[in-house]
C-alpha cells in the first residue's frame, strides 16, 4: 500500500508554489509504501534509528523470523538478549520490549490513535520511551496516512527545500512559511522535497528527469535516520 495522494494534491500544491510545482512535474508519480499496522510501524521505526537502512532491514527480517508472528503478546514475551541477539542495542531492545507490553496489557491503545488529531498522536507516541518526535512525525506519515506533516526534525526535508529554493540555509521561520504553504498536503510536499540526488549532485526537487520513484516500506531516507 502506498501513501494515497493524487491530482488534488498536485494542482492545489503547483498553484500555491511554482516552484514545487515545476519539480513535481519532472518528477513524475511517487510511490512511498507505508504499514497500516501500527504496532510493527513503532517497532520498525525504533530499529531504523541510527542505522543505515541495509542494517534495519536486516535486524527487522531476524525479528520477523524469530517472533513468527509479530503481535504484542509475542514480542512481549521475548527477552531483551534475545531481541538484542537480533542485531540492535540493549537499549533499543528495551524499547521494544517496553511498548510491546504497554500495548498487550492496554496501556498504551494504539486503536485510538486513528481518531486523534495530529497534535494528540504525537504527544501520545513521544511518551513512549524511544519515540522522539522525528519518529512520532514519521509515524503519522507511514503508519497513520496524515495528510499535512512536514518535519522540521528531518535533515533530507531541508536539504530538499535548500535545493529547490536556491538557499543556503533554512532557518525555522522559513520552514514554518513553507509548510504553511504545502498545508494541507504538506505530506505530499514532502515526498517530493525527498526526491533522491541524481547523479550531477541536484536534489530530486532540483533537477531529476521525470521518472516514477518507488520506496520501499519503513523509512524516511537515509540522511535522516540519525533522528529519534
Known amino acids: 500500500m502506498d501513501f494515497p495522494y493524487g491530482e488534488t494534491e498536485i494542482a492545489y500544491l503547483r498553484a500555491r508554489d511554482l516552484k514545487l510545482g515545476a519539480a513535481m512535474d519532472r518528477i513524475g508519480p511517487i510511490h512511498r509504501e ?3 499496522d501500527l504496532f510493527s510501524s513503532v517497532i520498525h521505526h525504533i530499529i531504523g534509528q541510527q542505522v543505515s537502512m541495509a ?4 535486524v527487522w527480517q531476524r525479528l520477523q523470523a524469530a517472533a513468527g508472528t509479530l503481535v504484542p503478546e509475542t514480542v512481549a514475551a521475548m527477552p531483551a538478549e534475545a531481541l538484542q541477539a537480533l542485531g540492535m542495542t ?8 517496553e511498548f510491546a507490553r504497554k500495548v498487550a496489557s492496554g496501556d498504551f491503545d494504539l486503536d485510538a490513535l486513528a481518531e486523534m488529531e495530529d497534535r494528540e498522536v504525537l504527544a501520545r507516541l513521544t511518551s513512549l520511551r524511544g519515540v ?3 519518529t512520532a512525525e514519521m509515524l503519522l506519515i507511514f503508519g497513520l496516512r496524515r495528510p499535512d506533516v512536514v518535519s522540521w526534525g528531518d535533515l533530507a526535508i531541508l ?3 535548500r535545493m529547490l529554493y536556491r538557499k543556503r540555509s ?13 498545508s494541507p498536503y504538506g505530506t505530499t510536499a514532502s515526498l517530493y522535497l525527498w526526491a533522491p540526488p541524481d547523479r550531477r549532485g541536484g536534489t530530486g526537487c ?3 528527469p521525470r521518472r516514477t520513484l518507488h520506496w520501499r516500506r519503513g523509512s524516511a ?3 535522516a535516520a540519525a533522528r529519534t
Open 170 to 182: 533554512i532557518d525555522q521561520r522559513t520552514f514554518q512559511r513553507l509548510r504553511k504553504r504545502y
Open 55 to 58: 542494517a534495519q532491514r536486516t
Open 90 to 97: 540493549r537499549r533499543r531492545a528495551l524499547y521494544i520490549l
Open 206 to 208: 532540483g533537477s531529476s
Open 159 to 161: 536539504r530538499g527545500m
Open 221 to 223: 531516507p537515509a540522511s
Open 34 to 36: 507505508v504499514d497500516p
Open 132 to 134: 522522539g518526535p522525528w
